[in-house]
């Protein structure tokens, strides 16, 4: 990299860049450039997708020519309300910029003038990528911060892409497409919860977890390929959810591994509650243990696909397998009303064998093939556990026919679920 020095006029502008790619948060900063030389200089490296930054002009650059707006009004703004008046504003502008394909936009002033700089870019620019699941197209920015003397006089913004608008615009219409199909499926009129389980079912058992699928990150995987990873996973939940009029955000953080993952926060008759539709699917979870363990006690297909342990559950439950991360406040979960089991009356408190012959009746009756039943603590787990297994009582409950009763079991949950099967 060279430099070249020349006499500096004091009104020509003093340029700087900074590159900071979404997923990995670190910055590179140029050398500090003396005041008494103004510096072009040329970038040979590559931002996150490899797409070249451009030479650094001596003025700032117009706005080019807005395309068709991406966003969809149905998206809620959990992270914007969340962020400063000052932040909202600059929130507004990337949400424009990104929404319509923009580089080369000049953020507001009235964000300088209140005091923001180019440190809260990336809190701002990951909030409006957590309320715009549709943003799938969206992989990082780059922006120039423009200076006179130790003053910040404007800072020029652009969004990286990993596709042309038309390429985009091709790929919106195939996740229209999908996702209508899923949308008709349920009534508007339905309630928040069933809106929910509906979400979480349907995404669940039309999707499988695979770490090598293209588009992996965004909703296309999900919509057109059916495979995705977590963040496939919620920010398709949200995005359906949005659609249905469902108050729903992504959620950011670690689980117990220690590895990064992603999951939903959804309002529900005004209560939050967490889901994690990846961790719902079963397809997901003996992928881990089965990596873990060397080998998985039984095969996918064997089993039921979906885990509604973490559907609608409090923080306190949450927390037990989930670390909270990400660039705002959540809210302390605490209501348990559209908790599943709570609402579909499967949580026991004691071994009630009346309650359990209703369960179980009720599942026959939905055409469910499988009985997820979970227990208030380990004492009544262990209660539980000692009828239906121990003592066989599952067979006064569940007709196995011509085939078997298998069953799994969670002790850190207190959960157990019985299927009929042919194996």
């Known amino acids: 990299m060279r430099r070249k020095a020349f006499s500096l006029n004091p009104g020509l502008w003093i340029l700087l860049l900074c590159l900071i790619c979404t997923g990995c948060g670190n910055t590179e900063f140029l050398d500090e450039i003396p005041k008494e030389y103004a510096v072009r200089r040329e970038i040979s490296g590559k931002s996150q ?36 008046p000052a ?25 300088l003038e209140a005091g923001l700089g180019e440190s809260d870019i990336d809190k701002i620019f990951q909030c409006v990528l ?10 990082g920015y780059s922006y120039k911060k423009y200076i006179r003397g130790e003053q910040v006089r404007s800072i020029e913004f652009s969004g990286t892409y990993q596709m042309d608008p038309e390429s985009a615009l091709a790929r919106r219409e195939e996740i229209l497409t999908e996702a209508e199909v899923v949308l008709d499926g349920i009534g508007k009129e339905a309630s928040d919860y069933d809106k929910v389980k509906y979400v979480y079912e349907t995404l669940i058992c ?55 993952h992603a999951w939903n926060l959804v309002k529900i008759d005004d209560n939050y509650y967490y889901v994690d539709t990846t961790w719902g699917d079963v397809s997901y979870r003996i992928e881990e243990d089965a990596s873990e363990d060397g080998a998985g006690t039984m095969t996918w297909e064997s089993m039921p696909q979906i885990n509604y342990d973490y559907l609608n559950v409090t923080t306190e439950e949450l927390l037990k397998t989930h670390t909270l991360g990400g660039k705002v406040p959540m809210p302390v979960c605490t209501a348990v009303d559209a908790n599943y089991y709570i609402r579909e009356g499967a949580l026991f408190t ?44 599952i067979f006064d409950y569940l007709e196995a026919g011509s085939g078997s009763i298998a069953y799994s079991q969670n002790e850190k949950q207190y959960v157990m679920t019985f299927w009929v099967t042919k194996e």
């Open 87 to 111: 932040e909202q504003i600059w929130y507004r502008d990337m949400e424009r910029i990104l929404g319509s394909f923009g580089t080369k936009a000049r953020l507001s002033d009235e964000g």
């Open 206 to 260: 039309n999707t499988e977890y695979d770490q090598n699928v293209p588009d992996n990150q965004n909703i296309y995987s999900v919509f057109v390929h059916h495979l995705s990873v977590c963040q496939g996973y919620a920010k398709a939940t949200q995005y359906l959810l949005n659609r249905l009029g469902v108050e729903c955000t992504l959620v950011q953080g670690t689980v117990e591994s220690g590895e990064g």
């Open 49 to 84: 997708g490899g797409i070249p930054e451009e030479v650094l002009e001596d003025t700032p650059c117009e706005t080019e020519p807005e395309v068709v707006s991406f966003l969809m009004e149905e998206a809620f703004h959990f992270a914007f309300d969340r962020l400063s």
């Open 350 to 393: 004691s071994c009630d064998r009346e309650q359990m012959a209703k369960v179980f009746s009720s599942a026959i009756e939905q055409g469910r093939r499988y009985v997820t039943l979970k227990c208030a603590d380990a004492a009544v787990y262990g209660e539980v556990h000692a009828a239906l297994v121990g003592r066989q009582e």
């Open 130 to 139: 957590c309320d715009h699941p549709e943003l799938f197209y969206v992989e």
